[in-house]
């Protein structure tokens, strides 16, 4: 019958009908039975364009087998745009010359230059290929080029090449080489760690703030970037805990966060820079200098960056007293840490030691802290002096934010700052500067009310006299 078979195809009992197919060459089987038994993976480690500008050679160690005229997959698993393309290995260069199979090991494959713009990291794969294999190949590919051949000496050029997710990679396998292989106690040698480590965490903030988007991890039980700190145990029995950290990361490592954080008291959410770029850095300005975040954890904890590297301190040195803003970063920190801890989190003698543990601090700081009272009146109201006093004028009606509290007694709402108070009450109106210890006689205190009551604190009497007595002990200690 020539190049075609003609075969049956039962359409009904009684009907059949006549298919014809193409019969495949002998060339073809032979290359559909060798692309069978072709499966690898390869990780990028360097890429060679060829004299003739039409082929490029990637450079990598393969783990499988391959196969010429095979068609294969390759993608950059560290880019925030996960492209998947098909591309044809035209040639396999081993150290001994041109092949036309390889059985894995140091390998060159000869690709089209036209397909894409080639870049260390990029994955090639078979279709049979596990997402773990091709992230750990990824990996090993850019630790291999960067650090163990480049020793992270590194040109402008290359720097810009790499994602945010291939810095925090680099970095994190550089921390634990220094760590675990490159053990060198030498003043000499801990002076250049420390200048590549620098080096890699400046790359990394910078990248951070020019993304488009980052995810933050947030708590759905404060509705704010989830606090992450570790507490620990010191040698004469007393705790301490870790400065906490939000954690960020990219769009390449979604799915995996995903996974790690699917506890509902936890969710994922999108961070927009914005047109102006500016969206990422007042949302770190937030997370820092008013909710009291210390850093930011991109992508593991092993490679966290302070808050003054992301964002540096507001500076209010030459602000007149009165002018500047009331904030609380320190007060509101332990309440976020208290507030997102689940009730079966402070069941178990762990939890309740944790939760103590953050009680004790946020008594301190509740006592000496300066809240806002919004003030609502019929008429304006005049600036404060420079000492925080107002002289109002006879007539004018004044309204707190007084709500039924608890044990028959009123509550006055009080804020933090005055992003709070303006998702409550909006930017009109103004408000007074006044402490719980001048109100707590005459009103219970219900700071941060609002959508996420656990993000607050309610505060009775009785427990305001309990926090001073924590504050006084602490302060003890202290001395």
């Known amino acids: 019958m020539g190049l075609f078979d003609r075969i049956s195809k039962k359409k009904s009992d009684e ?6 197919v193409a019969a495949k060459t002998p060339e073809e089987l032979k290359r559909e039975q060798k692309a069978k038994s072709s499966s690898f993976v390869m990780g990028v480690e360097q890429v060679l364009p060829e004299e003739n500008g039409k082929t490029v050679l990637l450079i990598g160690k393969m783990d499988g087998a391959a196969i010429v005229d095979s068609k294969v997959f390759i993608t950059s698993p560290g880019s925030d745009t996960k492209v998947e393309k098909e591309i044809t290995i035209l040639g396999i260069v081993e150290e001994d010359g041109e092949k036309n199979a390889t059985a894995g090991g140091s390998v060159g494959i000869r690709v089209s230059a036209s397909d894409k713009e080639y870049r260390i990291g990029d994955v090639v794969y078979t279709e049979d290929v ?12 850019l630790t291999n080029a960067y650090v163990a051949d480049k020793g992270l000496q590194l040109t402008r050029e290359e720097v810009d090449k790499l994602s945010t997710t291939d810095v925090e990679e680099i970095w994190r396998f550089y921390a634990w080489f220094i ?9 000499e040698k801990q002076k250049e760690q420390s200048v590549k480590i620098s080096m890699l965490g400046n790359t990394l903030c910078r990248k951070i703030m020019q993304s488009d988007y980052i995810y933050c991890v947030f708590s759905t039980l404060t509705g704010e970037p989830y606090m992450l700190s570790r507490t620990v145990k010191n040698e004469d029995g007393s705790f301490m805990c870790t400065a906490p950290n939000v954690r960020v990361f990219t769009e390449a490592y979604k799915e995996r966060m995903e996974e ?20 990422i850095y007042n949302f770190f300005g937030t997370v820092f200098y008013l909710n009291g975040a210390a850093g930011v954890e991109i992508i593991s904890e092993d490679t966290a960056v302070t808050a003054a590297s992301l964002v540096k301190a507001p500076d209010f040195s030459n602000v007149p007293k009165n002018s500047i803003p009331v904030t609380n970063p320190n007060l509101v920190r332990w309440m976020l840490l208290m507030g997102q801890l689940k009730d079966e989190d402070v069941q178990n003698e762990d939890g309740r030691i944790i939760y103590s543990l953050y009680y004790n601090f946020l008594s301190v700081e509740a006592v000496k802290a300066k809240f806002l009272v919004p003030i609502h009146s019929n008429k304006d109201l005049p600036a404060a002096s420079e000492e925080g006093r107002m002289t109002i004028a006879a007539g004018t009606k004044i309204a707190l934010p007084v709500v039924e509290g608890k044990n028959g007694r009123k509550a006055i709402r009080l804020f933090t700052d005055w992003r709070h108070l303006y998702n409550e009450f909006g930017d009109k109106g103004g408000a007074a500067v006044e402490t719980i210890d001048s109100l707590i006689s005459s009103f219970d205190c219900a700071i941060n009310l609002g959508q996420f009551p656990r993000a607050g604190r309610y505060i009775s009497l009785s427990v305001f006299n309990e926090m001073e007595e924590i504050a006084e002990k602490m302060d003890r200690v202290k001395a």
Do not use: P, T, W
Request: net charge negative; charged share 45%; glycine share 4%.
């Open 260 to 279: 790690i954080f699917k506890d509902d008291k936890y969710v994922i959410k999108k961070i927009e820079n914005g047109e102006n770029k500016q969206g």
């Open 15 to 20: 009907v059949e009908e006549e298919v014809v």
């Open 179 to 187: 760590r675990e292989i490159e053990k060198d106690d030498s003043e």
């Open 130 to 141: 596990a997402l773990e294999s091709k992230v750990h190949s990824y990996v090993k590919a």
